[in-house]
């Protein structure tokens, strides 16, 4: 399915999509002892936090676009049982302008290939009806999968250009469609530059949620959620949904074992940062020898 064909509004305005998903908090989840899956049961749910940083980034992106007097907005889409709903809600709290809930019984069960494709879908449908979005955010990953697949994937599926673990966006001009971010990598920062449309995935920390306002709390209390299933979706195939159409198998889920072994207390009162970097640093060549050798051998040119 392409989307490089663009329709935008006429003013120059841009339709942003944000994927969300609704998680398990992650620090009140356990693992049942005796089948080794996740206890899910009367644990609450939350939006992904690395969510949070794209729907800020697209709210952002769209209020300075709106200052400018453009026409442009947020849609906030997620895949889910119907109690994804409040996720959507809260996103609504935060000023995203409509939210879309893809739920189905077909979709129970899927891994990150069946998931990319239900959404992909969906959000091919949600631009056939608000226009084709210019920028489609996702996090950088789930808490519960951590994964990192499902916003690539999504790209790959809609043959959409990706920026991935952007850390903030330097331009935008949608009458030009070109994008210029940076984006983290291993050896430092990269600035890349491509074409819109294009699907972005937000690092942490670029940006901080913002407080909803009164009047965007009481809007997304009354507010309309766009429920599909996946025939409401456009998705004619379901063989590639769910338990059908995900070839990953979970074998176990456990818990890491806690360390017998205990944090040492350096004292530092007194010293100077060299002493106390000296030991630290004695510490570690002595458990970890072949550290030492390694930055000897960089040292030495070898």
Not at 56 to 75: I, K, N
Request: with cysteine; aromatic share 4%; hydrophobic share 40%.
């Amino acid at each position: 399915m392409d989307m490089q064909t663009q329709t935008q509004p006429q003013d120059g305005g841009i339709h942003i999509l944000v994927c969300i998903k609704q998680v398990p908090d992650s620090a009140q989840i356990r693992v049942h002892p005796v089948t080794n899956t996740i206890m899910r049961q009367g644990v609450p749910t939350i939006i992904n936090p690395y969510d949070l940083f794209a729907l800020e980034e697209a709210l952002s992106v769209r209020d300075r676009f709106r200052r400018d007097g453009l026409s442009s907005h947020v849609t906030v889409l997620t895949m889910g049982p119907p109690m994804a709903e409040d996720s959507l809600r809260k996103a609504l709290t935060f000023g995203a302008d409509r939210a879309v809930l893809l739920t189905d019984r077909t979709f129970a069960g899927s891994d990150t290939l069946a998931t990319t494709f239900a959404l992909s879908q969906a959000i091919a449908k949600a631009g056939e009806t608000w226009g084709k979005p210019a920028i489609v955010f996702c996090g950088k990953q789930t808490i519960d999968g951590d994964t990192a697949q499902v916003g690539p994937g999504i790209a790959s599926r809609l043959n959409l250009n990706q920026l991935t673990y952007v850390a903030r966006i330097v331009s935008l001009d949608p009458a030009a469609a070109t994008i210029e971010v940076e984006r983290r990598a291993e050896g430092g920062v990269q600035l890349l530059s491509t074409r819109l449309p294009v699907l972005v995935t937000m690092l942490e920390g670029s940006n901080e949620m913002r407080r909803g306002s009164l009047d965007s709390a009481l809007s997304a209390a009354a507010a309309k959620i766009e429920v599909w299933n996946a025939a409401a979706a456009g998705i004619t195939e379901p063989a590639k949904c769910g338990l059908k159409g995900s070839p990953t198998i979970v074998k176990k889920v456990f818990a890491p074992k806690p360390r017998d072994e205990r944090a040492e207390l350096l004292e530092t009162a007194g010293r100077s940062y060299d002493e106390i970097a000296h030991e630290l640093m004695a510490g570690i060549f002595a458990r970890l020898p072949q550290i030492e050798a390694d930055l000897m051998r960089f040292a030495s040119g070898q």
